[in-house]
């Protein structure tokens, strides 16, 4: 009784280990490759795919790998690179990766962190490529954008057929200048953006001295246009009644010859009242 117990008992056990090894499960975040001796046989739920849920395969004989089929992470920090200009420059990256080619990246790569490790290897390859034909104004701002679309596309060159990945993004955070040099160079690029500035000042004042030039000789030629017409308007006037210019020009010079509040003496019968009397006895 007790033997057929233990032997009832065993068989269950086996059972139990045999469906174990049967069944696997392929969540919707996971994708998984199965193997027959090594050997690799298929691929469940990869990218684009909707494939989650309970699976079988042959206990014993075939062995299953899971993946993880989200976007995976990779950090480079305190990497050194030399740019164009010969300026070294501490750089910091991040690059957003996913396995698109899960047997390629088990043959390549066989785990997660070996495809992360061969992925760095290539990164910074790309990365001193990019940042070494640039040069470090490009890096530190002026060209940050385009150079990491390069050194993507580089990778996606690359690493996309040797390790199954695709690349989603590269980012360099942050690109300084060593501390040793980081004040020599800040001095340079001051005195560039000087020399700029002073070309600047110098096609304003340029500009200027021309729209001055310009103006004043309008302004000349319109005050003299002017002077041309009223000279014009009192030679009609002085034609029309040549008694009243002559006692007209007399009042200019009076006004101009003599200083406010200078008192004068002028008789009734002077030169002075001669227009207004003459005027009184028509």
């Known amino acids: 009784m007790q033997r057929n117990f233990m032997i009832i008992a065993g068989a269950i056990l086996l059972a139990l280990i045999v469906i174990g090894q049967s069944m696997f499960i392929v969540r919707q975040d996971r994708q998984a490759i199965v193997l027959r001796f090594g050997e690799f046989v298929r691929v469940i739920n990869p990218p684009g795919a909707d494939e989650p849920g309970l699976y079988f395969k042959t206990p014993f004989v075939e062995s299953v790998v899971i ?54 290897v290539f990164t910074e390859a790309a990365m001193r490529r990019a940042l070494g034909a640039a040069t470090s104004n490009d890096i530190i701002s002026g060209r940050r954008a385009e150079l990491m679309q390069q050194i993507e596309n580089d990778l996606n060159a690359s690493a996309a057929t040797e390790l199954g990945v695709r690349v989603i993004d590269v980012r360099i955070r942050q690109a300084d200048l060593p501390d040793e040099t980081r004040e020599r160079v800040y001095e340079r690029m001051r005195s560039e953006r000087q020399q700029v500035a002073g070309r600047i000042r110098a096609e304003g004042e340029r500009d200027a001295a021309i729209i001055r030039a310009t103006a004043q000789e309008q302004s000349e030629r319109l005050r003299g246009e002017g002077e041309g017409e009223r000279a014009r308007i009192f030679a009609s006037a ?45």
């Open 238 to 282: 002085y034609g029309r009644d040549p008694e009243f210019a002559a006692f007209y020009r007399s009042m200019r010079a009076y006004d101009t010859a003599l200083d406010v509040g200078t008192p004068i003496v002028v008789p009734p019968d002077s030169d002075f009242f001669r227009y207004m009397q003459r005027r009184r006895a028509q």
């Open 67 to 120: 993946y993880d089929r989200r976007n995976l992470g990779l950090t480079l920090g305190g990497q050194a690179y030399v740019a164009s200009d010969q300026e070294r420059l501490i750089v910091d990256a991040m690059v957003r990766w996913q396995i698109a080619d899960a047997r390629r990246f088990y043959q390549s790569a066989f785990t997660e962190q070996g495809g992360g490790d061969r992925l760095e």
